[in-house]
């Protein structure tokens, strides 16, 4: 199963639904791991050290750094973009749907966009 890290701004409402209904979910928030504050590139460094996707709303900069990344040949476990206008019940699913039937590896250096319709 995929991993996560929510990003510092990410909706702490879709984290805590995504436990409730996954309560093994692999799911990491950047603030509990010591990296509040922390610019857009460390954060992407760190989750590629740690191999997990990183769950953002941040259209502009963190999907920036993402392609950048990509471009300069540097891993990354992939991004999932969520946009903030999603209801908080499509993204649980739609991150839900990715975490269980995306194979390790499938995000590799992708930023995807949700939500998937």
Not at 93 to 110: K, N, R, T
Request: glycine share 8%; proline share 3%.
């Amino acid at each position: 199963m995929l991993r996560f890290a929510a990003d510092e701004n990410f909706n702490n409402d879709i984290v805590r639904g995504l436990l409730r209904r996954k309560p093994d979910l692999d799911i990491v928030r950047i603030q509990d791991v010591g990296l509040s504050g922390a610019d857009d590139p460390k954060v992407l460094e760190w989750a590629a050290q740690e191999g997990r996707i990183l769950l953002t709303h941040d259209v502009i900069t963190i999907t920036r750094y993402a392609y950048e990344r990509g471009r300069a040949g540097k891993s990354m476990h992939g991004v999932f973009e969520v946009s903030r206008s999603v209801p908080l019940s499509v993204a649980i699913e739609d991150i839900l749907l990715l975490a269980e039937c995306s194979e390790e590896g499938e995000w590799e250096g992708q930023v995807l966009y949700l939500p998937l319709r």
